[in-house]
């Protein structure tokens, strides 16, 4: 849905000439606004002869209206693909390459063929140093900038993988109401079943335009909106709606990408979160270390103050696992309500802390004690209402029409939690474009449990989902692994 393409007669003259090719690639021009479009054939009386139709995406890119005349041309040959084509056979690419890329990325003149190989292509380790930097760069000069006029701009990121974990909300409120300025852009889901966004969404807009994101933060000191909106690293939007198809994150990508959009935000201090265990993005110790290593060596080439925390992966963090399930999380954590989950405030604290703590340049205790503080005495909570409210209202998140428990079926304690499998079943039920969509988390590692006692609950906004959701459960289960005690 967000491809350029356009539509044609089978019979008409472009068709014909294409040879009645299907995902032709071809210019199409209205003004002196040009796209390059994939090609689709029409083969009933949809269209008139003479008449063409575009996809959203080509529509707005052209600028045009019902009526409107286009004209169609062979494309021209997209150069940097020859970088692409290098870089499959093992060569490096330097930074004109990596701006010659991703400037026609933005252009559009990339298929998503093309988006593919070039993703495929830089995913595992194969990214050094220095292509990581010129990825990264281009990536910023491909879109806007904000410019906030201070010294000191915090931000705050999670790498992923984690289900759960929706720190940034409760991190965000804290950091504000302890003085920072945190204007926050948050991506939606690649491949977990939410992304902050999605969560945020739930709660208040957050499809904030420039103007309208400076004008919050001017007011509160902070924003959570989503970055598509605000024209950050296009390139990145487009990139990542590819991996989500892929279901690929590769590291050097995942650099560029994270800081990217962290240097174009106008941030200057950055907290990383990468979660580390057996079934999360991360797994291993190793892993963690060479990734972090990555992400400093870009920082310090581009002026980034980055502070990189390995934290806990081996299960979710907080109880909901999907946009609305999770929102309901954060609001618990920062109403300081008595059955909020404690993992996910503790986590949350530790993030804000080591944020005021680089941003301010205090002690670690001290900054703790702040975060803490200003949790517990109800001023992150009156600070993020503030914040809904100047991005448009908060509002209650949604609550699934259909649920079913599993049920553990023999007494005995959790010792191991599939993170991956519990995500991919919220997806299956609909999250995160199902809001309400997802998985409800019960049994924690080292929960005793009882035979019959619910390990996990699926929630759905319809009948189909559940039980699509339900069926995909049926032919992997074990995904919390109950050891019965001798």
């Known amino acids: 849905h967000q491809e350029s393409v356009v539509y044609m007669r089978q019979d008409c003259h472009v068709c014909r000439s294409e040879g009645l090719a299907a995902q032709a690639r071809i210019q199409v021009s209205a003004g002196d606004r040009r796209i390059i479009a994939t090609l689709g054939k029409i083969t009933t009386d949809l269209l008139a002869p003479g008449e063409a139709s575009l996809s959203e995406s080509a529509w707005r890119l052209l600028g045009v209206e019902e009526g409107d005349e286009i004209r169609v041309a062979h494309p021209p040959q997209v150069d940097s693909l020859s970088h692409v084509r290098a870089k499959i056979h093992g ?17 559009g003149r990339y298929a998503d063929v093309h988006l593919s190989a070039f993703i ?8 050094d140093r220095d292509e990581m930097v010129a990825l990264t760069e281009a990536m910023v000069a491909a879109g806007s900038r904000l410019d906030w006029g201070r010294a000191r701009i915090a931000d705050k990121h999670c790498v992923g993988g984690l289900p759960g974990n929706r720190t940034t909300p409760i991190v965000v409120a804290i950091a504000a109401a302890c003085g920072l300025t945190i204007p926050k852009t948050s991506s939606r889901a690649i491949t977990s079943p939410a992304g902050t966004a999605d969560t945020m969404e739930t709660l208040a807009p957050v499809d904030l335009d420039v103007p309208a994101m400076r004008r919050v933060v001017e007011q509160e000191g902070g924003c959570i909106v989503w970055g598509g909106a605000v024209d950050l690293s296009p390139a990145d939007d487009v990139l990542i709606r590819v991996e989500r198809l892929l279901d690929l994150d590769g590291e050097g990508q995942l650099v560029a990408s994270v800081l990217s959009k962290k240097i174009a935000a106008g941030a200057t201090h950055v907290v990383l979160d990468l979660p580390v265990g057996p079934t999360a993005k991360i797994r291993t110790s190793a892993d963690s270390n060479r990734l972090t290593r990555a992400f400093l060596a870009v920082a310090e080439a581009k002026g980034l103050h980055v502070r990189v925390l390995h934290t806990d992966g081996t299960q979710p963090i907080g109880r909901g696992i999907g946009p609305a399930l999770e929102a309901h999380d954060v609001v618990a954590v920062l109403r300081n309500e008595p059955h909020a989950p404690q993992d996910l405030r503790e986590r949350a604290v530790r993030l804000a802390a080591c944020l005021i703590e680089i941003v301010e340049r205090s002690s670690a205790t001290d900054a703790w004690a702040r975060a803490d503080k200003v949790l517990r005495e109800g001023s992150a909570w009156r600070k993020f209402e503030a914040i809904c409210r100047a991005q448009g209202g908060l509002r209650e998140p949604p609550r699934a029409s259909y649920t079913h428990p599993m049920l553990a079926t023999h007494a005995g304690s959790v010792v191991s939690i599939d993170n991956r499998v519990l995500a991919r079943i919220a997806k299956l039920a609909g999250a ?13 590692l080292g929960t005793r449990v009882e035979n019959g006692m619910p390990l996990y609950t699926v929630h759905a906004e319809t009948k189909g989902e559940l039980a699509y959701a339900l069926e995909y459960v049926r032919t992997h289960p074990g995904v919390i692994q109950v050891e019965a005690e001798a």
């Open 91 to 107: 060569k490096r690419l330097d930074a004109p390459a990596m701006e010659q890329i991703v400037h026609d990325i933005v252009a």
């Open 432 to 444: 995160p474009s199902a809001k309400a969509a997802g998985v409800e988390f019960h049994a924690p």
């Open 120 to 127: 495929t292509a830089c995913s595992g380790h194969v990214l």
